[in-house]
């Protein structure tokens, strides 16, 4: 965790396809009626990429297309030109090549050269993950100015059927795509600070296993409990049950660690997974009237949701100096956990 050490964001945005995908739309695809898509997840439409088609027609925009239009909103909400970008820390689960990497792209086309850049593969946690790096090279000097990008689009791997397993139908009616970005820079008064950032692995003896995988080439292989040869794999059931509980325990360590409680807190930041939120946070104890959704017009969005969700409060005049906002999420493909406090400027 990064005790005694803040670092500033200077610019944030977020980046949704132009294509909006309501509950009918899907119903039609997968097999599940609207309804009840509405009713498991709180969601009435999200954004996708690819066209809602039976045939595998290729996306109108790519992933590179939608990090990069939320990286340029974010350096230019920053202030400053891409030539002042530093360094690069891209993170997806769904990168469009094995190489070049997210990163490469995004900086071509923003028209970048010569800074340091990488890419982290990491789903939910990605946020914390990125963030956290940054943060140790802001630390150490080396860079002054970091541009975290994550971005996720999951449809372009959906094979919509009735006839595929009920959980897989379910998580093509769950997800959306989506990006977000922010520049991050050494601790400024008049900006949003953000400290004790973590992320930790689950080094738990009763390691749940993998709930949630995805593959672009159809496999022999799966995890327990998923068929093999399917192009994706989302234990529900296990996820409900392990995520909230490792949510609750990334947001107790960022209070542990930074001295403060729920009462301090004005603003639950968590990852947009899936519906009945509210009802599951005041299940686990945690604050349900400070937990701010936004997956009823998005969908889970994977690696940028907790972004895109901050980027929307800001636009919405939500946040306000003086505000204290508490970020955690977990990740079911990995079971890690991670968080992190922002002073809102």
């Not at 990497?101 to 946020?127: I, M, N, P, W």
């Not at 791997?157 to 009920?166: I, L, N, R, S």
């Not at 738990?204 to 995805?214: E, K, Y």
Request: charged share 20%; with cysteine.
């Amino acid at each position: 965790m990064t005790r005694g050490f803040a670092i500033s964001i200077a610019g944030l945005a977020s980046a949704l396809p132009l294509r909006r995908v309501g509950n009918e739309v899907v119903s039609r695809l997968v097999g599940i009626p609207a309804g009840r898509i509405r009713e498991l997840f709180d969601i009435e439409e999200r954004g996708w990429t690819r066209p809602p088609s039976l045939s595998l027609e290729q996306p109108d925009e790519s992933l590179a297309d939608l990090a990069a239009r939320a990286a340029a909103a974010a350096i230019a909400d920053a202030g400053i030109e891409p030539r002042d970008i530093d360094a690069i820390i891209a993170a997806s689960t769904t990168s469009e090549y094995v190489a070049p990497a997210l990163d490469y792209l995004v900086q071509r086309k923003l028209g970048c050269s010569g800074e340091f850049a990488c890419s982290l593969h990491g789903a939910c946690t990605s946020l914390f993950r990125a963030s956290l790096l940054a943060a140790r090279i802001i630390e150490s000097g080396t860079s002054r100015t970091v541009l975290i990008v994550l971005a996720d689009a999951v449809s372009p791997f959906f094979v919509f059927g009735h006839d595929h397993p009920k959980d897989l139908r379910m998580s093509m009616a769950l997800y959306g795509d989506g990006a977000a970005a922010m520049v991050l820079v050494p601790e400024r008064a008049a900006l949003p600070r953000a400290s004790h950032l973590f992320v930790r692995a689950n080094t738990r003896d009763d390691d749940p296993g993998i709930a949630l995988s995805w593959q672009r080439v159809a496999s022999t292989r799966a995890p327990s409990g998923g068929e093999a040869g399917a192009p994706a794999y989302h234990d529900f059931r296990r996820v409900l049950r392990e995520g909230g509980k490792l949510t609750l325990a990334a947001a107790r360590a960022v209070l542990e660690h930074s001295g403060l409680s729920f009462d301090d807190i004005d603003h639950l930041l968590t990852h947009q997974a899936t519906g009945n939120m509210r009802r599951v946070a005041a299940e686990l104890g945690l604050p349900a009237e400070k937990l701010r959704i936004n997956i009823e017009h998005v969908g889970n969005t994977l690696a940028p949701s907790i972004l895109i969700l901050l980027d929307e409060l800001r636009r919405q005049g939500q946040l306000e100096s003086g505000q204290r906002l508490l970020l955690a999420s977990a990740e079911s493909a990995t079971w890690s956990y991670g968080g992190m406090l922002i002073d809102w400027a």
